[in-house]
């Protein structure tokens, strides 16, 4: 079974790092785009960083632009979202996905990604609280 597993969420103060991880099994995400999106209580879900399969590109929303960087580690077929100078804003639950299994129209467009929010596979979300 397909299923992806996001970690590393937690209380972090303002101005604080988190690493975010997206462990995948039944799938291997080499050959994926993936997406880390996010949702806070009252908003819509909003695609903040997605990255090619290969590593061709990546995208990243404007509100996290220079502060969060995505990668992957194949070895552990993983993708990270590194999570710096976090602001009050960044409160919410932080979901990883893919298109879908065998699905492969984003693998090269990881803007076209991160603006879809009706994707196939979702991990379970990890919740990430930024305050003082």
């Known amino acids: 079974q397909v299923q992806l597993v996001e970690s590393g969420g937690g209380l972090v103060q303002p101005g604080g790092s988190l690493r975010l991880s997206c462990k995948a099994s039944?799938?291997?995400?080499?050959?994926?785009?993936v997406g880390w999106f996010r949702q806070a209580p009252g908003k819509e879900r909003e695609g903040i960083s997605c990255i090619s399969s290969s590593d061709t590109s990546t995208y990243y929303a404007d509100s996290v632009k220079g502060r969060f960087t995505i990668a992957r580690d194949n070895a552990k077929n993983t993708v990270f979202l590194q999570m710096d100078s976090l602001k009050l804003d960044a409160t919410a639950v932080y979901y990883c996905a893919i298109e879908g299994v065998g699905s492969t129209w984003y693998s090269k467009n990881p803007r076209g990604l991160c603006r879809n929010r009706y994707l196939e596979v979702w991990g379970q979300g990890t919740l990430v609280t930024v305050s003082s």
């Open positions: 039944g799938v291997t995400l080499e050959y994926y785009a």
